[in-house]
């Protein structure tokens, strides 16, 4: 395996309602938090110049739907309000390319409008991929496929490094055609305490690896 080889790396991000209740909060300030170390995480990649091409990241399932509905609510408006013109700006500003991958049903006119709106004014970008998985789910995707015969997620390269936090180890229903040959790692960091160095050591244990395809 090359080790200059830029890499898709997707990350479900999971832990931030223990990481809350740990330090006696409500899920909701972990859920801002996880937000927080996202951001943190891209800028780190981009100055340590870390060899990722794709980063997709699961942020909403459709099966979040069911969760409490102030919870529900609270992930919607967090997701919104991250969608500004200082978010353009950033992304921009580091060759970005922002891209969504999931289902319009139940999510607002005005969500779906900056949703697109943010991918559409950084497509040009040539740098990193930044995938955010909201509203989806891939056993939805594959029974739409029947129909259309178009996958939501059909512009997602197959994924190298499947990285979970939280020490869960489950794939949860994500990007199922896309994780067919990845390489998994359970990370037992919840996510809001997640770093680049995090990141990297996980790398390091994706290169390891022999993937062989089938093959001897």
Wanted: proline share 2%.
């Amino acid at each position: 395996m090359s080790l200059n080889k830029k890499i898709n790396v997707a990350i479900i991000m999971d832990g931030n309602g223990r990481w809350a209740k740990s330090r006696n909060k409500p899920r909701t300030f972990g859920h801002k938090k996880g937000l927080d170390t996202l951001e943190h995480l891209i800028k780190d990649i981009i100055a340590t110049k870390t060899k990722i091409d794709w980063l997709s990241v699961f942020a909403f399932s459709t099966e979040n739907w069911q969760r409490p509905k102030a919870e529900v609510n609270f992930l919607l408006k967090l997701f919104e309000n991250s969608l500004d013109k200082k978010l353009i700006n950033e992304l921009n500003k580091q060759n970005i390319k922002f891209v969504w991958t999931g289902f319009k049903e139940k999510l607002s006119k005005k969500l779906i409008h900056k949703i697109l709106l943010v991918q559409n004014s950084t497509k040009n970008n040539s740098g990193l991929k930044l995938n955010i998985v909201f509203n989806y789910s891939g056993l939805k995707d594959i029974e739409q496929f029947k129909s259309s015969k178009k996958l939501v997620s059909s512009n997602i390269p197959d994924i190298d490094l499947l990285i979970r936090t939280s020490g869960e180890k489950r794939i949860s229903n994500f990007l199922l055609c896309q994780l067919a040959y990845s390489e998994l790692v359970f990370e037992k960091t919840l996510w809001p305490d997640y770093t680049i160095n995090i990141l990297k050591k996980n790398i390091i244990e994706y290169k390891k690896r022999n993937r062989r395809f089938g093959k001897i």
